[in-house]
């Protein structure tokens, strides 16, 4: 879904611990990071740091943990990240990924999208 969903020069945003999804996805990392997860790079010179990376790249879907855990673990350690997805990008469902990981599907409010066939996921529209 990945793959079909986004352009060779996107990148994607992954809220966990998972770097092999950028992998089966063939898409690079956003913000500077494969994973955000145990604590680390949590300063708030590493968040605007990485915010304004994310800034300057192309990333139409980010991917985080569902339920508690994304207010628990990700929003609390990273509540500058948290404070900038939830600004700019909207929840746009969920998605198995590796190791049957369930995750929140966010998409980036400015970018055109169209439906993927087989998830019902946004999509971004090609071109």
């Given at each position: 879904m990945l793959f079909r969903s986004t352009r060779p020069t996107d990148r994607l945003f992954i809220g966990d611990n998972l770097p092999e999804v950028y992998y089966f996805a063939g898409r690079g990392s956003a913000a500077?990071?494969?994973?955000?997860?145990?604590?680390?790079?949590?300063?708030?010179?590493?968040?605007?740091?990485?915010?304004?990376?994310?800034?300057?790249?192309?990333?139409p879907i980010a991917l985080t943990q569902s339920g508690p855990r994304f207010t628990e673990e990700f929003g609390s350690d990273y509540p500058l990240l948290t404070q900038y997805l939830q600004s700019?990008?909207?929840?746009?469902?969920?998605?198995?990924?590796?190791?049957?990981?369930s995750m929140t599907v966010w998409v980036d409010s400015a970018v055109r999208m169209t439906t993927d066939r087989v998830t019902g996921l946004p999509c971004r529209l090609p071109g």
């Open positions: 500077g990071q494969f994973g955000y997860f145990s604590n680390f790079y949590t300063s708030r010179d590493w968040q605007h740091r990485a915010i304004d990376r994310w800034r300057q790249q192309s990333v700019r990008y909207r929840r746009a469902g969920s998605l198995v990924v590796e190791r049957g990981a």
